[in-house]
């Protein structure tokens, strides 16, 4: 038997272009949405006095103040957290060898959401700010922040603890998530069945994911931790590979699966706790953004995961956009249509992947 080994090389190098020029696609695209989303909003501005703005070359105070304090953070909020969000949920896909996986189907955001209603019903954290219009704010946001934080983590070392116990399977990891998450999310009904209505209102108001809440100092918590986080994934794609071939073909090529899957899950549970902390709960960017780019580029993790971080961060930026406009000047809160845009997508991949 013949192989042409320049044949190979050629077939070699049209399969890594391929995947190349998509994530340098999505990129571009990604910059452009960007762009448009500063230009976006109650107040519409040209992308030529956006640039000016971001060039520190205008002369409008108005335009520097809506770019500057609103728009810019909201929007690189959106970018991060997606792409945070999304490469978390291609990483567990990946060690739990499970589609369905993601932080969310594992319990951390409901964990976080029991902990934040936590803070306001037991910590005080909410309160009246006006008897005219009833309106209220969350008082002393860091405990809120810190204590859904904090839950969110304590569930993922729970999860871990009790795999190890059982021997790092997946099976054991994803059931274990599913029961806590149904325990934080029947916790956090109790807490808001005794809550007045003020402590109520806070704890929905909290648990509607929202990247406008989010200015500069929440932005640069949640880049420098999801950056760190990020970083550490692309470092391991190599090992991710081993294990979507299975465990005994991990390690037969030395990768150490249960110490790589319990790292793994500890680092995306942290990306996760991280981002809903600061802006709320914002699900299936984690479970969609890593089906559609396996779909055009394949699983091999090398490429499948600078891909889905950057589709992520389009899709929670798309949705984020939309959620400004749609109703003007009203700005809904951007977990709802990442939930209306995730869902159906969702679903058409399933139902595709059925009939291939």
Excluded at 56 to 82: H, M, Y
Aim: aromatic fraction near 10%; include cysteine; hydrophobic fraction near 55%.
């Amino acid at each position: 038997m013949h192989f042409d080994h320049g044949e190979i090389s050629a077939e070699y190098s049209g399969y890594i272009r391929k995947k190349n020029v998509f994530i340098l696609l999505a990129f571009i695209i990604l910059i452009l949405v960007m762009l448009i989303s500063i230009c976006l909003g109650s107040v519409q501005i040209g992308f030529v006095d956006v640039i000016k703005t971001l060039l520190k070359n205008t002369e409008s105070r108005q335009f520097d103040l809506i770019i500057w304090n609103i728009r810019l953070p909201q929007t690189l909020t959106a970018v991060v957290a997606g792409a945070g969000l999304a490469g978390a949920g291609a990483v567990m896909q990946s060690v739990l060898r499970n589609p369905l996986a993601s932080p969310f189907t594992l319990g951390i955001a409901h964990a976080a959401a029991f902990g934040a209603a936590f803070s306001v019903m037991i910590l005080g954290s909410a309160t009246l700010t006006s008897s005219l219009n009833d309106t209220f704010n969350i008082s002393n946001r860091m405990v809120t922040l810190l204590s859904a934080f904090c839950f969110s983590m304590a569930t993922a070392l729970l999860i871990t603890y009790i795999a190890k116990l059982k021997g790092s399977s997946p099976e054991i990891m994803v059931l274990t998530g599913v029961a806590l998450g149904s325990v934080f999310m029947a916790g956090t009904m109790f807490l808001q069945f005794f809550a007045d209505d003020v402590q109520l209102a806070a704890m929905v108001f909290w648990t509607f994911g929202d990247v406008a809440r989010a200015d500069w100092e929440d932005f640069w918590i949640i880049f420098v931790a999801i950056v760190c986080i990020l970083l550490y994934f692309l470092a391991n794609t190599k090992n991710y590979n081993s294990m979507d071939m299975g465990d005994e073909t991990a390690k037969g090529l030395g990768v150490n699966s249960d110490a790589v899957r319990l790292t793994a899950m500890m680092a995306s549970s942290c990306a996760t706790a991280v981002i809903i902390s600061f802006i709320g709960i914002i699900g299936f960017v984690g479970l969609v953004a890593p089906h559609i780019v396996r779909r055009v580029i394949g699983d091999d993790q090398r490429f499948l995961l600078p891909a889905t971080i950057i589709v992520g961060a389009l899709i929670l930026l798309v949705a984020d956009i939309v959620a400004r406009l749609i109703l003007l000047p009203h700005v809904l809160p951007v977990s709802i249509f990442t939930s209306f845009l995730g869902a159906p997508v969702f679903l058409y991949l399933i139902l595709k992947g059925n009939k291939k």
